[in-house]
């Protein structure tokens, strides 16, 4: 059973930076491909950033420039480093791992942004 657990999170001001740590427990991490997606409340739940088991990685329009995924297998940690923030990043951020045709999901990390 794979678990994933989000830290980091936190208000910041406008123009600051958050990084958020995903910490995922199981062996098999290293074979699949993780990512971050966030969500607003009353709307649909939205990639951000992911990258695959190759380390090839793909984000979100609104966030290319200013995020940036990296995972580190060795120890099972997915992270997203968010400079630049805007009050429209302002969500709750979930870690997400794919891994042989299974979707695992964290528990959610709130970023709040204040302009």
């Known amino acids: 059973q794979v678990q994933l657990v989000e830290s980091g999170g936190g208000l910041v001001q406008a123009g600051g930076s958050l990084r958020l740590s995903c910490a995922a427990s199981g062996s098999m991490f290293r074979f699949g491909a993780t990512g971050w997606y966030r969500q607003d409340p009353g709307k649909q739940r939205e990639l951000v950033a992911d990258?695959?088991?190759?380390?090839?990685?793909n984000y979100a329009d609104s966030v290319k420039g200013r995020f940036t995924i990296s995972r580190d297998n060795a120890k099972k940690m997915v992270y997203l480093q968010m400079n630049s923030l805007k009050p429209d990043d302002t969500a709750v951020y979930y870690c997400?791992?794919?891994?042989?045709?299974?979707?695992?999901w964290g528990q959610g990390t709130q970023v709040t942004v204040s302009s």
């Open positions: 997400n791992l794919r891994l042989f045709g299974v979707t695992y």
């Open positions: 990258m695959s088991s190759g380390e090839v990685t």
